[in-house]
């Protein structure tokens, strides 16, 4: 079992910058994939990025292309979402998910879940 936990999140304004953590613990997650989702209110849960076990292999959606980026240390046992120039459509609940077999957008590809940060951009 591994437990993560999101933090990083909050208000700010379009075009601002916020980095995102997701720390795990249970387990090293060293051999996981591991990715963000976001969820915004009245939507269904989007994919946004994933990184694979071995820190490459990153993919994104379009529409995060560019402007956000997905790392991990391992030895730290988390991850982070640097995200730039963020939009009024940015704004949703962001959470990191881990799987631990190759996994890719879809969320149930992914057997672990954090209970997510709030992220705020106002236009």
């Known amino acids: 079992q591994v437990q993560l936990v999101e933090s990083g999140g909050g208000l700010v304004q379009a075009g601002d910058s916020l980095r995102l953590s997701c720390t795990a613990s249970g387990r090293t997650i060293s051999d996981l994939y591991m990715a963000w989702f976001r969820q915004a209110p009245g939507k269904e849960r989007e994919f946004v990025t994933r990184i694979r076990s071995d820190g490459g292999g990153t993919y994104s959606a379009d529409s995060v292309k560019g402007r956000f980026t997905m790392t991990r240390d391992n030895a730290k046992n988390t991850v982070y979402l640097q995200m730039n120039s963020l939009k009024p459509e940015d704004t949703a609940v962001y959470s990191c998910?881990?799987?631990?077999?190759?996994?890719?957008?879809?969320?149930?590809?992914?057997?672990?879940w954090g209970q997510g940060t709030q992220v705020t951009v106002s236009s």
């Open positions: 998910a881990a799987a631990q077999s190759r996994a890719g957008i879809t969320a149930a590809s992914y057997a672990y």
